[in-house]
């Protein structure tokens, strides 16, 4: 269990989605450009960056990555907004050890991230074309996370769950 912990302890994966979050291209719909509802989607490439430093066979920690959100703006100022994200899912071949059978075997382990979001925006209109955008606000992030014994085709650890909470700004 101990390499499953690295896996998802590393932090690096929290990181690297988040990253994707803020760079991901956007496309929103608003009513008004100063203020009312919107609703947009999002998608690029994620980069679960740094969790296939250590490993030790072939690795992919780069997916498609999508956000879907909504929120009001109260005036050309100040808004909030909430949406789901999928981080993707990142997979690495490495040698594991099969507790029932007490032997090293061929294994992978895989993780998908997602989350929830609520955000505070505050934006400084430059002029009628450009803006700057600040946000800052709160995920719940959810990495689930299985071993497989790829020898045998056997599911050795699947679906465990780490979640947790963090701010995070841009």
Do not use: H
């Amino acid at each position: 269990m101990v390499l499953s912990d690295r896996f998802i302890s590393s932090g690096s994966v929290l990181v690297g989605a988040l990253l994707l979050f803020f760079t991901m291209t956007s496309v929103g719909v608003a009513q008004d450009k100063n203020k009312g509802f919107y609703l947009g989607v999002g998608a690029g490439q994620a980069d679960q960056k740094d969790t296939c430093d250590d490993a030790f066979e072939s690795c992919d920690d780069t997916d498609l990555g999508w956000k879907v959100f909504g929120g009001y703006k109260f005036n050309q100022c100040f808004g909030l907004e909430t949406g789901a994200v999928d981080f993707g899912e990142s997979e690495f071949d490495t040698p594991i050890l099969n507790l029932d059978t007490l032997t090293i075997v061929p294994g992978a382990l895989r993780a998908k991230v997602d989350g929830f979001f609520l955000t505070s925006l505050v934006e400084w209109p430059v002029n009628d074309k450009f803006s700057v955008l600040a946000k800052l606000g709160m995920i719940y992030w959810d990495v689930e996370f299985s071993i497989t014994d790829t020898a045998d085709n056997l599911e050795l650890i699947g679906d465990e769950d780490k979640n947790g909470t963090d701010i995070f700004f841009g």
